[in-house]
């Protein structure tokens, strides 16, 4: 254990009213034994679960409790609790809560400072599964995802109430996991080693339209585009992304151009240019409909079918990557998914696309890669190819961040 690795980290955690609530006690001591002072929120409803004295008595300070406790008020405004913290740790986050969060409320203590802040905030949501289910529940988390707050678990596993699913709460060690790789990331990103640099994403499926209401389209759910959009973002880098029609919500801190046709993203990245660094994470459609109709086509009775006639899209990635002089990102990077013989295809690709770099991933059934959440990736460069774990879209977007920001940084041109 590194016991110092939450040194002087000044910690607000704020307890909801939850079973997983007892967990909040170890949690405490985990973050204190590594040098983080914390300081407690405690919800109505989370003293049915725990009392101000058992958390007081671990983080060794008074716990705030009631937004209209004049005493609190004169010692400490709740502006004050969270100016004063590095970090807001929502644990457990109840679907409540969440809710009040999403929805910008602020009728309490807890969530009157959440609203007041301006500091990073993370939550380890817990509840029933039904209720992590719910469409509420899963709007408030695309909201808030959106709104910049980060997650850790919910884990999935038996629950308190008899039921099996996710909406555990991430056990104590992965919370302080989580807070340890939050300002690991907030140091890296603190001296935004992209600023200065300008960056181009593409992300999502694209639509061919066959007529005005049916497309030819794929199952990318651009979330690894997306991610690593705003993972350049966080990074210093003014990114642009260019996003195909996908449920993935917008990142924060990057500009959006939505795009539906590969036409019109090649048009939106041609517009985006000049940039430092490109990245084609789109999985843009290989062909689209010659004509297509102008009207919704009808289907005869007795015909055998019907026949499309498909041309060629353009290669966006190779596009970019065939640019001359000052119009070529310096460094242009593609992907590639493949089922089998991961290295060999994607080395072949990095050569025939002409690009920089490669990111393969592979996504054989057996792997369970193919949109789901984790990414198992290879990145492929002129020296080789480098295995990275598996890891979560998010994490894998970040890693690559860091990846072309040591790139930058030794001063490399790719070209
Ligand atoms: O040729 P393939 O589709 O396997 O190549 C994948 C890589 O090429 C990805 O980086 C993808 O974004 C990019 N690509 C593109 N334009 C296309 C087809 C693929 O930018 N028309």
Known sequence: ???????????????????AAYKCLDLIRRLRERGASVRAIMTGAAHEFVTPLSVSSLTGEKVFTDLFDLTDEAEMGHIELSRDADLLLVAPATADLMARMAGGLANDLATTALLATDKPVLIAPAMNVRMWEHAATQRNIATLAQDGISFVGPNEGDMACGEFGPGRMAEPMEIVGAVEAHFGEAAFAADQPLKGLKALVTSGPTHEPIDPVRYIANRSSGKQGHAIAAALATLGAETVLVAGPTATPDPAGVSVRHVETADEMLAACEAALPADIAICAAAV??????ASAEQKMKKKNGEDGLHLKLKQNPDILATLSALKGRKRPRLVVGFAAETEKVIEHATDKRMRKGCDWIV???VSPATGIMGGDDNL?????AEGAEDWPRASKRDVARRLAHRVADHFRKGKSAT
């Open 1 to 19: 254990m590194d016991k110092s690795s939450l040194e002087a980290r000044r910690i607000l955690l704020i307890i909801g009213g939850g079973i």
């Open 285 to 290: 459609a290989d062909w689209r409909v010659e």
């Open 360 to 362: 393969a991933n592979d």
């Open 377 to 381: 990736v290879h990145i492929i460069t």
